[in-house]
């Protein structure tokens, strides 16, 4: 049972928006039907989009009651604004992958490869957080190469090793599950992982800060994070 | 040699005519409104699409529709001057003048050498450069009329090239577009709403009705041999149908008249107004032919005046202003009509 | 008039170009997942985008005719001072990446922004994250095409037309709905089919400026980015919708706008 | 013509469309990080995506003319069996989200896709992550744009001036380009403005179609929304160089464009 | 009662005019192409606005440019029927007869129903529900009129409303227009190119040349009296200029014009072409005025031949075909010209 960290059940009724990062589209889906299915009367209601959108759309006001970032930067511009009620926790990590063709026609096995001639990579833009990791990863490894493209954001250098138009790309794991058979990620060596960090807040301006805690804390508990297992997602 | 057989349906105008105009010949195209003039003008110029019928040009193919034959309108050629002008609004006075000439593919400076001199013998020098947004309908026209005369087409279609010119420059226009049109060996058909302008200009003269041609010859032909009311309204004469036997006609109406002439059958009877009487009371004396009637209007018509006469036979007669007094006519007043049978001239029908 | 036969040079760049649009139009129909189609197109997120997308679409082509039609008359008609350069300046959402015009109305309407507190204050009118957000957003982004497709068809038309209605009695406003609107019928049609279009397609704007909420303002363009994160098939689904639906739209328009014409 | 003295409700409509329009454009402005503008504005890579967006938005607006004017002209005067369909398929990039138009264009020009693989095997053209690719999502998304506005203009011209020009002597070729285009110049030039307007502020083809790579298929609004995911203040500082741009153009442009109407 | 006084600057037109018409008066405007008599109307109709001067119609100020007073367009009691007829594309014809019934209330029943009855009287019944576009060039213009004279407007602007009927429907269309004038009480004002429809319809001519009036009476004082070269043009007489002194009068070309009249001054001297005789050998006996030409051209006017002769005084005389016949004339060949001092006569300039 989640663990509702506030006197009284009854005042857990009611709606709340929870700001989330587009990659959790699809465990927040699922996260919030399994929440509404144990406390009766709650009503979740996201708004997904990109990190930086959220976090630009709360500090000029806009009604969040839980905002959770793919990245510590943006939860930082809302802890800055004075907006963010306590302090963030950071409730799951992601780690990278390389993504690939279904079936690895190319043979990828490490981020060596992707320096091999005629090897189409694609990374995210360094100022989203999944090109910044991708970039440090690779450094690590001691790759040098040049992308193909540095896409907006990770969905869409997923998309296009999908749909075959590079050969390989650096992603979250998260990504290349919820893709399923549409590619296939080549694991990073440990030595060489860059981990994202995913932080939590409920906001100052919460009409319903009690059942927004709750949230929160049912996706800090096992349960929850079993839950984001499910999706890729490691703990933090 | 232009030969054209036109026939065509377009909305309730059935055209069904033909055309022909010999080189250096002066065709006017005369008729009401409606009658098909424009559209049978268009057709010629390749504008509108025959349905049956052909045009040849000095022996060229430019239109046969059994043996599907087209030319199109820019390679026909063949000038046009529009009823509405049609001048590009885009484009200066000049270079209007000279668009002709550049499509034949005269370079601009030339083209714009030519345009000036055609400004100039229309009086429009001023104007070379000004839109057609700021010339005047009578100015505009006169452009439309340089435009079309600017290079030297073949054939020149003219739909009433005078119509908003004022009287004092139609003279002279007309004057210069004879001399202009006399100066080389083209065929020009014009359509004109003026009877004078007409038979002042015409070789001959074609008229058109309801889309039919119902009568063509000289101006003299067809002003002293109407065979429609149209003509006779046109020309300013009475002009009756009947049938003729031993001088005696027998209108449709049911009245008779009595002619001098000796010719039997179907005929026309033709009165001119002037030789139409009118008096106070019933005349005595010679006149064969005498009724009363009804005066249904008066119309000053330079130093005569035209009465229009209700009665047994609708007639008009024209007298002089004096006679107007001396008879004190008046609009719905009664009067004698007399007509002598010397005066009537008939001709078949 | 002569039925016009084509030259050769028009039809082979027609060609192409139809060609080059019909192409991918055709990858999308060959891809998507027909299979599970009704069942996707039948959910009830779908369906409430579908109902958002229509009513933000039809909300904002009103409101770009009602407020662009005055705005484009005035451009084209009354040569204020500064005319040119506010006409740029109101041309620019046009221009302006739509997420960044998404954060200028947050500037100016949020909560937080220039006279968002303002309509809070006066009218307890607050815009962010409701429908009417949606709405002006997609009007934001959408109405200068209809200003410019009005105005430019303003300019053509034969201003005489106009001036004889004036001397048959008629007041501004009955020349301009008897006269004026019916003469510029094609470009007015034009302008409102393009910011129709242009509203019905909106994402970057809407997402900012009123969020992503199903049933709110998640319109159908919003609803495929979503899909797109995690089920691309679903994306491909809704978006042969929301074609069909314009298709369908466009088509049937089209007698009246070629009647006006 | 009597000089126009706008009635009321029109100045009101009006007013408050450009109030609406401009308050934005002002919080923009006002929020911009005016102190490092010049140091932001000079950077490489915003003088980069200066360079791309430039021959971007001017190449697709000339393919625009070049395809967009016959396809309008086809549209307005032929009336081949399918136009309406055919019509409403080549106007859907408009209403397409523009990330899915650029996944339709994957489809069809892709490395994969329908026609691309035919495209290098027989010409050794590839598209993806080129220059070219980005012109060509810009095509996609505003080509529309231009179609349609020519298309009304072409339905609301004076046919027989046409003629006239034909009796002249004009073929075809003449007619069109000394009568034809003089005669519909504000509905092209409109539609040339708007076309290049999309075009300049796309991103959601460009960056699926085409990609994000500095110096070659990134545009303004790609670094703007690149901008955006970490530092705001340059995100504004790029948009207000975008809307200068388009602003100067659109003013300088006007000229023109009224000697035409 | 109107009362125009106009002044404008238009392109190369300088408006200068005054313009009055009584209650029930029918004033025609004559000018040559461009004088400005369009751009007069338009000012009075409130479509063009006025630098100076002031319009007044039956006592109400509509323009009053010292007190800054402009009524608007609409607002004015007046119809228009336009020189290039302006009817709306997107209406019936039906539709534009009853416009400017709708405008003034009437509800579409109502309007319809009239307007059809004004079709009917220009027999345009069978184009109620037609486009304009389909009508042929005179059908539209009688739209335009039909549409002007719908709703009674108390001043009527009409410009050249008979150009493009054809003769014998003009005739018919202005004794109807005379008709429905006649019927109301309103101003007329008129432009026709036509003097003798000028001469037919006005009360009062106003000649306009170059935006000033030259001449205002009725026709009959300027027919008799023209006090320029347009209007003796347009009349068909011939004019000359000089000054006079016991009879002699010494033209400013050189030559002198011996008359019987005694006006000493500044004169005008008026010749009728018919009284100008024209000889092959100098002529014997009585004329004073004799001189030697050449003639320039002969125009086919009805039943007579107008002759133009160049020489010391370029006159133009009237005689008859058979006259032409019996002198051998030809254009370009010699010719005496004299005319007797008795018929010229001399009015002061
Ligand atoms: N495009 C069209 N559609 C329908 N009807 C048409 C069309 N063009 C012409 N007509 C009809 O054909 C008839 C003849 O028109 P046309 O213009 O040839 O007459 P016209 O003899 O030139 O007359 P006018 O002397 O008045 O100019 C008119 O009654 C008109 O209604
Ligand atoms: N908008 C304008 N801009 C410049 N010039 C103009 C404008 N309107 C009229 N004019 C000039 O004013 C002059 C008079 O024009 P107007 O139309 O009044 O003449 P008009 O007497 O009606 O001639 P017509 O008998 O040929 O119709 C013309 O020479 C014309 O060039
Ligand atoms: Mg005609
Ligand atoms: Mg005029």
Redesign the interface.
């Known amino acids: 049972t989640p663990s509702l960290g506030r006197p009284g059940e009854a005042s857990a009724a009611g709606a709340i928006?929870v700001f989330a990062a587009?990659?959790l589209?699809?465990a927040f889906t699922k996260a919030g039907a399994v929440f509404e299915g144990r406390v009766p009367g709650a009503d979740i209601?996201?708004?997904?989009?990109?990190s930086?959108?959220l976090a630009?759309?709360i500090?000029?006001?806009?009604?969040a009651d839980v905002f959770a970032s793919a990245d510590e930067?943006n939860m930082q511009k809302v802890v800055d604004a004075e907006l963010v009620d306590g302090s963030p926790s950071v409730f799951a990590g992601n780690h990278l992958e390389i993504a690939v063709a279904p079936g690895n026609p190319k043979r990828i096995a490490a981020l060596a490869d992707l320096a091999r001639p005629g090897i189409?990579v694609?990374l995210a833009?360094p100022?989203?957080p999944a090109g910044r990791y991708a970039l440090e990863s690779l450094n690590k490894a001691g790759v040098s190469l040049s992308?193909?493209?540095?896409?907006?954001d990770v969905?869409?250098v997923l998309?296009?090793v999908?749909?075959?138009?590079a050969d390989a790309g650096i992603v979250y794991v998260t990504d290349v599950v919820?893709a399923g058979t549409?590619v296939t990620g080549v694991a990073i060596q440990e030595r060489y992982q860059v981990i994202g960090r995913y932080p939590i807040a409920v906001t100052r301006s919460a009409t319903k800060p009690t059942l927004a805690h709750a949230f929160v804390d049912y996706l800090l508990s096992s349960d929850g994070q079993q839950l984001l297992a499910g999706f890729g997602f490691s703990r933090p | 040699m232009l030969h054209a057989e036109v026939g065509l349906q377009l909305g309730t105008l059935a055209l069904d005519a033909t055309l022909d105009a010999k080189a250096g010949e002066i065709v006017v195209l005369l008729g009401p409104n409606g009658a098909g003039k424009t559209t049978l003008l268009r057709a010629i110029a390749g504008l509108t699409p025959l349905a049956r019928g052909e045009v040849t040009l000095d022996g060229a193919v430019l239109d046969d529709v059994a043996r599907g034959v087209h030319v199109p309108a820019e390679r026909r050629p063949i000038g046009v001057v529009f009823q509405e002008y049609l001048l590009f609004p885009h484009q200066t006075v000049a270079e209007n003048v000279g668009f002709g000439l550049r499509a034949r593919g005269v370079d601009r400076v030339h083209a714009r050498a030519r345009a000036l001199e055609w400004l100039d013998r229309f009086e429009l020098a001023a104007y070379a450069d000004a839109r057609p947004r700021s010339l005047s309908g009578g100015q505009a026209q006169r452009v439309a009329l340089a435009r079309a005369l600017a290079y030297t087409p073949r054939l020149l279609l003219l739909d009433e090239p005078l119509a908003a010119l004022d009287a004092s420059a139609r003279g002279e226009v007309r004057r210069d577009l004879k001399r202009h049109l006399a100066s080389f060996d083209g065929i020009r058909v014009l359509i004109t709403h003026d009877p004078l302008e007409a038979i002042a200009l015409a070789d001959r003269l074609v008229i058109l009705e309801e889309g039919r041609v119902v009568q063509t010859g000289t101006p003299s032909d067809v002003t002293q041999r109407p065979r429609t009311r149209y003509v006779a309204d046109l020309v300013g004469v009475n002009l009756f149908r009947g049938r003729a036997k031993a001088g005696l006609i027998s209108l449709e109406s049911g009245s008779t008249l009595q002619s001098a002439e000796e010719l039997d059958g179907d005929v026309f009877a033709l009165i001119h107004p002037r030789a139409v009487a009118l008096h106070r009371h019933r005349p005595e004396g010679s006149p064969r032919n005498v009724w009363r009637g009804r005066t249904r209007s008066l119309d000053l018509q330079g130093d005569r005046v035209r009465v229009a006469v209700d009665g047994e036979l609708a007639i008009v007669a024209e007298v002089t202003p004096a006679a107007i007094r001396d008879l004190a006519l008046a609009q719905g007043g009664e009067v004698w009509v007399s007509v002598k049978a010397t005066e009537i001239s008939v001709y078949h029908a | 008039m002569t039925p016009e036969r084509p030259p050769l040079p028009v039809i082979i760049a027609a060609a192409v170009a139809i060609a080059f649009f019909l192409i991918p139009i055709a990858g999308l129909i060959a891809r998507a997942p027909w299979a599970t189609a009704v069942e996707e197109l039948t959910r009830p997120e779908a369906l409430a985008a579908l109902r958002v997308s229509f009513v933000v679409s039809v909300a904002s082509t009103i409101l770009a005719v009602f407020f662009g039609v005055p705005l484009a008359w005035l451009y084209a008609r009354v040569a204020f001072p500064g005319r040119d350069v506010v006409r740029a300046l109101t041309t620019l959402p046009m221009i302006l990446p739509p997420?960044v015009g998404g954060?200028a109305l947050?500037?100016a309407f949020?909560?937080?922004?220039l006279i968002?507190p303002v309509l809070d204050g006066l009218f307890g009118i607050r815009l962010?994250?409701t429908t009417l957000a949606a709405v002006l957003a997609a009007f934001f982004v959408s109405a200068p095409f209809l200003v410019l497709t009005v105005e430019a068809g303003l300019r053509s038309m034969d201003r005489r037309f106009e001036e004889a209605a004036r001397t048959l009695g008629a007041g501004r406003w009955l020349v301009f709905r008897d006269v004026t609107l019916p003469l510029i019928g094609p470009s007015l049609f034009a302008g409102a089919v393009l910011a129709w279009a242009r509203g019905l397609g909106e994402f970057g704007a809407t997402?900012?400026f009123a969020?992503?909420?199903?049933g709110v303002t998640q319109t159908l363009p919003l609803a495929v980015l979503?899909a797109?994160?995690?089920r691309?098939e679903v994306a491909l689904m809704l978006s042969l919708l929301l074609l069909a639906i314009s298709a369908v739209v466009l088509v049937a328009l089209r007698d009246r706008y070629l009647r006006l014409a």
């Open positions: 928006t587009s990659s589209t699809d209601t996201f708004n997904f989009g990109s930086s959108t630009t759309q500090t000029n006001g806009a009604p930067p189409i694609i833009a100022t989203v992308p193909a493209s540095q896409e907006i969905r869409a998309n296009k999908a749909l075959g138009e919820s549409r | 997420v954060v947050l500037f949020g909560r937080a922004g968002g962010s994250f997402i900012t969020g992503n909420l199903p979503v797109l994160e995690s691309p």
